[in-house]
T-cell receptor, first 109, second 115 residues
């Protein structure tokens, strides 16, 4: 089966940098995705890492270490609108996508 | 145009009732899903269909019955609703042959409250 663990909550200051970690245990690994979900909204796709290393998309970057079964999402120049829940996810067999436990990020002034 | 749309947005009903949630996607995707998000925000997969064929059924009670009349539609019917069914139900779609980096596209969710 698949399991993905994340910290439940993270608080950071506006303008700062925050890292949200994800450790996973999977049978078969195809890559690690990240999704953002604002309160009352739908999850939306942020990034995907198939290979080790850092992928950058604007203020957001995502990192993967396959040997450590670990990845993280890095948010820079935090803005109040970044307050949301963030989920890591792994695609698996039969088109299954399993989500992590989710991290609620609170950005404070 | 909304890519993945589901109705209704809110559903309040009593225990024992039967209700349905409808989902449609206009992205041309082959694979559609139902996810359940509970009060702790865990996103748990329930079902997945690929080209109208059921491919994932995640130990969901028989009271939940998905139906896919065509690859653009996936509906969820729930019989004999229980208090524990209260949650937000998300429909999603994904390009089936896109590999691991094919993202899920979610509908806006249906908040089901069973009283």
């Amino acid at each position: 089966g698949q399991s993905l663990e994340q910290p439940s909550e993270v608080t950071a200051v506006e303008g700062a940098i925050v890292q949200i970690n994800c450790t996973y245990q999977t049978s078969g690994f195809y890559g690690l995705s990240w999704y953002q979900q604002h309160d009352g909204g739908a999850p939306t796709f942020l990034s995907y890492n198939a290979l080790d290393g850092l992928e950058e998309t604007g203020r957001f970057s995502s990192f993967l270490s396959r040997s450590d079964s670990y990845g993280y999402l890095l948010l820079q120049e935090l803005q109040m609108k970044d307050s949301a829940s963030y989920f890591c996810a792994v695609p698996g067999g039969y088109q299954k996508v399993t989500f992590g436990t989710g991290t609620k990020l609170q950005v404070i002034p | 145009d909304t890519a993945v749309s589901q109705t209704p947005k809110y559903l309040v009903t009593q225990m024992g009732n039967d209700k349905s949630i409808k989902c449609e996607q206009n992205l041309g995707h082959d694979t559609m899903y139902w996810y359940k998000q509970d009060s702790k925000k865990f996103l748990k997969i329930m079902f997945s269909y690929n080209n109208k064929e059921l491919i994932i059924n995640e130990t969901v009670p028989n009271r939940f019955s998905p139906k896919s009349p065509d690859k653009a539609h996936l509906n969820l019917h729930i019989n004999s609703l229980e208090l524990g069914d209260s949650a937000v139900y998300f429909c999603a779609s994904r390009r089936g042959t896109g590999g691991g980096n094919s993202p899920l596209h979610f509908g806006n969710g249906t908040r089901l409250t069973v009283t």
